[in-house]
């Protein structure tokens, strides 16, 4: 599965706008119930096989189920069976025999079907239990979790076919143990059983499940029943179903079926978002060693999705944010979401996490595949970008190096696991350990643990074995340290010279309930125009090194893989993070200067940024522009003809959206023409540059150029059409915003939210008040985003009713009226918010 960080910032606008709201992991949280050990699933029934056969009922919202499920005892003998089964009706359960099925008495409570078998079974023989049911997912009380928005397995979308705007579809969610809520089941990990299933749908629908296509029947009604079966083992959370007007486009890898199902809207489209795809499979496969083991593999696109994708058994699922046009992939794209989910076909699927405890075994190891991926598709500085990015998507959901263990035995809840250190801290643990390993015998190890446990489950200790046993060591330190403990370390470094030698002085900082870490670490020093390679083992609070050299270093670089999974804080000197971007450019070491840069503001440092404005990397450019002084003449004069050819040809639209924006600035009306220019660009981001530009340098004609754009930009640049009318918050605008918060799009009402909120505080009218708290709340409420935005907005709207109020008593007559009465309207919308 995959999700994305969502962390909301103090300024509404700028922080809604900067994070958009579909997959990935959440910030770190304390857990309740932390006493609690929460042990791996006893088996008492292992399941064999799942035959299911389907209907719907749209105008019900119920799934009409028969179930043949083949089970035998795992050990001891039992004459007991217990299904998990959530918010169904039972029709039937009986014993399938030779001569007929036999009614075996049942109890059905608390979401369980307790079975009372008709002997005692031995761990040697199999039996068939069947059970006619209806599953009622929408009458099911359950909660999702920040991760994952809602439980209750499937979903039907626009079943009534009302929304004229969004497709009917059908399709399941079942991580973590959400699939007994359409069809009973062990709904456990650590169960693996084959599978088939039968849908019957309405013949104009497409289908798509787990495994081979095996056969469709026409029948009399208008109806069509496709079935799928799967040959090989797989647990019950990683069973699907979908069901819409697709179009499917079709590759291949190695004469196996690669397929994608997309709205016939995005069909056109299919290679440009997912035509890598076997070319990953193709990557992974080799570099594993361990070629693809499943006999397909289809990803879908579904509305309305809980999380981000889920990487069901050869048939992923994906929200509806991958699905994009060509104008739309200029901008974006959701490759990293791509091949984090095939990466899960072997870690995750072919080998699953035997508990939820052990969610490091599927999550940690799919984002470090999205980190390899993208070095092996675009190069070294893409891979160290990407793993910068989840180093510090982790260390901004912690405090002084605190955060849970990693193979986590106690949390509060299942869905707890699915954070940033499931994610982002387990990749990197990986790949630093890939780092002290070496590549050939840290693959070699990870081809050892997929064979050994193919087609079972895994968790921590079997890697380490796998580990031990291609390289001969005993790994256990490491992995007592980084997935047995939790924290980080905080490192205090001071860099000196004196008497000849260069001096290091290390000191771990992070709070004393944190454990002290081993690190062995390499750093270069850069003196005498030589660079010298040291090797140095940090393993106590405090710690002093030195090392002989010809000059005093312009340059300590520590850590000079950047695989140390902490933080640092260090002494260096304007001109070391100058030299550091010249001479030792790594990403980090790159990014990680520049943003010095940025914030001492002095005048030496701008000439590195002119340097940054050609840095290889776009996002570095973007921010070498963002931090250009353009009120120094000398700068400014420099600077200029790069930022005006960055924004007319630089290939990445980021760079060139930020270089529009930055002229803009100089308020200079020679570049009215480029923003003008700007809104005829084929990328949306560049059109909202151009949009924000003439803002600044036309306001007045600013709206009135919108009249020029089509609806479809209009609707992909609803940001800065919001922060437009800001400025100027008539009250027709507010059609605008509410229109937007009737998308039942998760994204775009993110996206614009603070910015309503800022317009609803600039207008001065109570009836465009009310009906704009009326249309956030109810937006909230529809897309379940009370754990986002609620406490924001409180604090928001309550802010907002003290300067109304405050406005209030400095005038009389009418204006005070509407005033006051603007001031009710916030408290109100803060204390109902409250109540969530």
């Known amino acids: 599965m995959n999700k994305k960080n969502i962390a909301c910032g103090v300024m509404l606008a700028s922080a809604f706008m900067a994070n958009p709201l579909f997959a990935q992991e959440q910030p770190v949280e304390k857990s309740n119930n932390l006493n609690v050990y929460r042990v791996t699933a006893t088996k008492i029934n292992d399941l064999v096989h799942t035959k299911l056969d389907v209907s719907f009922d749209y105008a019900k919202r119920y799934l009409y189920g028969k179930e043949w499920v083949t089970l035998k005892p795992h050990f001891y003998a039992t004459d007991s069976l217990t299904l998990d089964a959530q918010g169904m009706d039972i029709k039937t359960v009986a014993l399938v025999g030779a001569k007929g099925n036999t009614p075996l008495k049942y109890v059905y409570n608390d979401n369980k079907l307790y079975i009372t078998l008709n002997k005692k079974y031995t761990n040697t023989e199999k039996y068939t239990v069947y059970i ?402 040291k090797e140095i083992l940090i393993n106590s609070r405090e710690q002093n090194f030195s090392f002989v050299v010809s000059a005093k270093p312009d340059l300590i670089d520590f850590d000079v893989d950047k695989i140390l999974v902490g933080e640092t804080n260090d002494n260096k000197t304007a001109e070391n993070y100058y030299f550091q971007y010249k001479n030792a450019p790594s990403y980090a070491n790159r990014i990680e200067a520049l943003q010095f840069i940025m914030q001492s503001k002095a005048k030496s440092g701008q000439l590195v940024l002119l340097e940054g404005l050609k840095d290889k990397s776009a996002d570095l450019r973007a921010l070498s522009i963002d931090g250009i002084n353009l009120d120094d003449a000398q700068i400014k004069a420099v600077a200029l003809p790069i930022l005006l050819q960055i924004a007319k040809a630089d290939k990445n639209t980021e760079a060139r959206s930020a270089a529009v924006v930055k002229l803009a600035e100089t308020g200079d009306q020679a570049y009215k023409t480029l923003m003008l220019e700007s809104l005829k660009d084929r990328s949306y981001k560049v059109i909202a540059a151009g949009v924000d530009g003439l803002a600044k340098l036309a306001p007045q004609e600013s709206i009135a150029t919108l009249a020029s754009l089509d609806e479809d930009t209009k609707a992909h640049i609803a940001p800065s059409i919001a922060t437009l009318y800001i400025n100027e918050p008539k009250d027709e605008y507010q059609a605008f915003y509410d229109n937007i918060m009737l998308t039942g799009d998760r994204n775009k009402v993110f996206a614009v939210v603070g910015q309503y909120f800022q317009y609803l505080r600039a207008n001065n009218n109570p009836v465009v008040t009310e009906k704009g708290i009326m249309n956030i709340a109810g937006a909230i409420e529809r897309l379940k985003l009370q754990s986002y935005l609620n406490k924001q907005l409180s604090g928001a709207y309550t802010a907002a009713a003290q300067a109304k109020t405050q406005q209030a008593a400095a005038v009389s007559g009418e204006a005070k009226t509407k005033l006051s009465k603007q001031a009710e309207l916030f408290k109100k919308g803060a204390a109902d918010l409250g109540k969530e």
């Open 132 to 533: 006619a049911y209806t599953a009622k997912p929408d009458e099911l009380k359950v909660k999702g979790s920040a991760a994952i928005t809602d439980a209750k397995g499937l979903y039907f979308i626009n079943p009534d076919g009302t929304d004229k705007n969004k497709p009917t579809q059908i399709w399941t969610q079942g991580e973590t143990e959400s699939s007994s809520a359409w069809f009973p089941t062990i709904d456990k990990p650590d169960q693996k059983t084959t599978e088939e299933i039968s849908m019957t749908v309405k013949s104009k629908y497409t289908t798509l499940s787990n495994g081979k296509f095996v056969s469709q029947k026409a029948n009399a009604d208008g109806t069509r029943t496709d079935t799928w079966k799967m040959d090989l083992p797989h647990s019950p959370y990683l069973f699907m179903m979908a069901v819409g007007e697709f179009k499917i486009t079709k590759d291949t890898y190695k004469g196996k079926e690669v397929s994608y199902y997309l709205e016939p809207k995005f069909a056109p489209y299919a290679r440009q978002i997912f035509g890598k795809t076997p070319d990953m499979i193709q990557f992974y496969s080799n570099l594993l060693g361990v070629d693809y083991p499943w006999n397909k593999y289809a990803q879908v696109v579904a509305r309305d999705y809980v999380s981000g994708a889920m990487e069901n058994t050869t048939a992923t699922l994906h929200g509806e944010q991958v699905q994009k046009t060509d104008r739309e992939l200029l901008d974006e794209n959701e490759e990293g979401t791509i091949a984090h989910e095939l990466f899960h076909q072997w870690f995750g699927d072919y080998v699953t996490a035997e508990s939820w405890s052990n969610l490091t075994m599927n999550e940690s190891f799919a984002t470090f595949g999205e980190v390899i991926w993208h070095g092996h598709d675009e190069g070294q500085d893409a891979e160290d970008k990407s793993r910068y990015s989840k180093l510090q998507s982790y260390l901004g959901s912690t405090k002084k190096g605190e955060s849970p263990v990693l193979a986590r035995f106690y949390y509060g809840d299942k869905e707890d696991m699915f954070d940033d250190i499931s994610y982002a801290k387990g990749s990197i643990i990986l790949y630093a350990l890939k780092n002290q390993m070496g590549d050939a015998a840290f693959y070699k190890s990870l081809n050892r643990y997929l064979t050994t446990n193919a087609f079972k489950n895994g968790e921590t200790h079997q890697l380490r074995l796998a580990m031990e046993e291609v390289t001969g060591k005993d790994w256990s330190p490491y992995f007592n340290q980084w997935y047995y403990n939790g924290g980080h370390p905080v490192l205090s470094i001071d860099y000196g010279y004196e008497n000849g030698k260069a001096t290091i002085k290390v000191k771990q900082t992070q709070d004393s309930s944190v454990q002290i870490f081993t690190l062995p670490i390499k750093i270069d020093i850069y003196a005498g125009g030589k660079k010298i390679r």
